[in-house]
């Protein structure tokens, strides 16, 4: 089951809910639904990626994947010609802190005045 397909099961069952009035247990009705989120996660992650769909998802590039999936680092989910990573595999890169943006804008003509004083 894919995520869309849960948030629709679970959109039809609670109109169902809604035109037949029901009343239900909360418990049981979250037991259900916390089952069904395992599942769906388990599911998902044992989802197998081509190492494109792996880069764009990573942010690693394809010949790295395939360089830790060469050296054993990843373990591949598909066939020697055709290498696959399992999405619960996964490495994910650091997002860079390095390029932030800032609010002040740079002003040209107030640059200029500083050093003109500074003379």
């Known amino acids: 089951?894919?995520?869309?397909?849960?948030?629709?099961?679970?959109?039809?069952?609670?109109?169902?809910?809604?035109?037949?009035?029901?009343?239900?247990d909360g418990v049981k009705v979250v037991d259900?639904?916390?089952?069904?989120?395992?599942a769906l996660r388990t599911t998902e992650g044992a989802r197998i990626l081509t190492l494109r769909e792996a880069s764009n998802l990573s942010g690693y590039s394809v010949e790295h994947l395939g360089l830790l999936?060469?050296?054993?680092?990843?373990?591949?989910?598909?066939?020697?010609?055709?290498?696959?990573?399992?999405?619960?595999?996964?490495?994910?890169?650091?997002?860079?802190?390095?390029a932030k943006t800032y609010d002040v804008q740079y002003d040209v003509h107030a640059d200029a005045q500083a050093l003109r004083s500074q003379r």
């Open 32 to 38: 259900v639904l916390l089952n069904e989120l395992d």
């Open 69 to 98: 999936i060469r050296t054993g680092a990843l373990t591949n989910a598909g066939s020697k010609g055709r290498p696959r990573i399992y999405l619960h595999d996964l490495p994910m890169k650091p997002k860079s802190s390095v």
């Open 1 to 24: 089951m894919t995520y869309d397909e849960f948030v629709a099961a679970w959109e039809a069952r609670r109109r169902e809910f809604a035109a037949t009035g029901a009343t239900l």
